[in-house]
């Protein structure tokens, strides 16, 4: 299947590029673009692509491929409407978009969220065992805990190319309309500390929630919120399941911390399931999957299948024989509610404006 990147950043470069080299069975990268010439033209070198670009509309224009894969950081509805409105297929990282209104607005077509923890082989077979336990219905609480390092630290080891050919002006009208959207999710008077709320949610905790969905549904009631520290600080969230039982969020930024770690701990009935991530950014490194139930028997599955990788192979699949993704546009947008219901209660609990969508 011929494809182009739209992104040439971090996670294109750490993750992306390695996984298409090796994955040309699958996968012919016919173009990219970036908004630094400098990023597009190491991608596509490392990926033999002939289309270089720099402008998301002249490439759709170009064409030359099936499908596009959206990489690049910020809200991405713009952009999947666009590829979509040409008639391209759509991988896009998450999150999909910063505005329920986005999504609305998208057009039909073939569309798959990338959440790549979705399709964890540890975090697949912890769905397996749910089912088999009984499902939500037996869940009595979900707690994930979040160490989160600096992204320069994790990233070290990719030595990536750096992006210094780019506008500034055209850097800061892109974040201004990036503020702009998030007034339209929030309202415009809403603070520093809600926003920034908002950004990490969708940034990284959107991640859990993600999983949530698929353990359990979205959450029905978020009932508490709370951070601290130094921008972004701690984030901790809680509220109820929607079957049964209920889940608690701690996320925290600490720089200097050796190594990213996730932890998400299912506790059920007749015992627990509890699974703890490495770095997303490390190639197969195995999500561990320790299985707790009577008597403290324990057991521990591995597995060194890259994410990543099952992700692509999913978009494959629903592009060329109509297998439906985990997360499609609905999917997206239910993290969007969930995130602006988070933004919500913490701005209520701290008698602090909010408007917009999450009113």
């Known amino acids: 299947m011929r494809i182009a990147l ?3 950043g971090a996670v294109t470069q750490a993750v992306y590029v390695p996984l298409l080299s090796r994955r040309r069975d699958l996968f012919e ?10 990023l597009a033209d190491a991608v596509g070198d ?9 402008d998301v509309a002249e490439m759709l224009s170009a064409g030359g ?10 809200s991405h509805g713009e952009t999947v409407g666009r590829a979509l409105s040409a008639g391209y297929a759509v991988l896009c990282e998450k999150p999909l978009a910063l505005t329920r209104a986005e999504v609305a607005a998208l057009p039909e077509g073939p569309l798959m969220v990338g959440y790549m923890k979705q399709y964890d082989p540890a975090v697949r077979r912890a769905e397996e065992l749910l089912a088999e336990l009984g499902g939500p219905e037996v869940i009595r609480s979900v707690e994930v805990s979040v160490l989160h390092p600096s992204g320069e630290s994790q990233l070290a080891f990719a030595n990536l190319t750096q992006a210094r050919d780019v506008d500034p002006g055209l850097i800061d009208s892109l974040r201004a309309a990036e503020r ?16 920034g709320l908002y950004g990490v949610t969708m940034g990284s905790i959107c991640h859990d929630l993600s999983l ?3 353990f359990t549904g979205s959450p029905t009631d978020i009932s508490y919120v709370e951070r601290w520290g130094a921008e972004p600080g701690s984030i901790e969230i809680s509220g109820a399941l929607p079957v049964r039982g209920r889940f608690a969020i701690r996320w925290h930024y600490l720089e200097d911390y050796p190594a990213y770690r996730e932890t998400v701990t299912i506790h059920h009935d007749k015992g627990s399931l509890e699974l703890v991530f490495p770095s997303p950014y490390l190639m197969n490194a195995p999500t561990v999957l320790t299985v707790v139930s009577g008597a403290e028997s324990r057991t521990e599955h591995r597995d060194v299948t890259e994410a990543f990788e099952v992700q692509l192979s999913a978009f494959h699949a629903f592009v060329n024989d109509g297998k439906p993704p985990l997360t499609d546009a609905n999917g997206g947008l239910e993290d969007i509610v969930t995130a602006q219901r988070i933004a919500a209660r913490f701005a209520v609990q701290h008698d602090l404006p909010i408007g917009g969508e999450a009113a």
């Open 180 to 195: 702009d959207l998030v007034s339209k999710a929030l309202g415009e008077s809403a603070p520093e500390s809600v926003r």
């Open 65 to 74: 491929f099936e499908a596009v894969l959206v990489l690049a950081s910020g």
């Open 46 to 54: 490392r990926l033999g692509a002939p289309g270089r670009y720099t």
């Open 212 to 214: 949530l969905r698929r």
């Open 6 to 8: 739209v992104g040439c």
């Open 29 to 38: 990268v016919a173009a990219v673009c970036d908004l630094s010439r400098t």
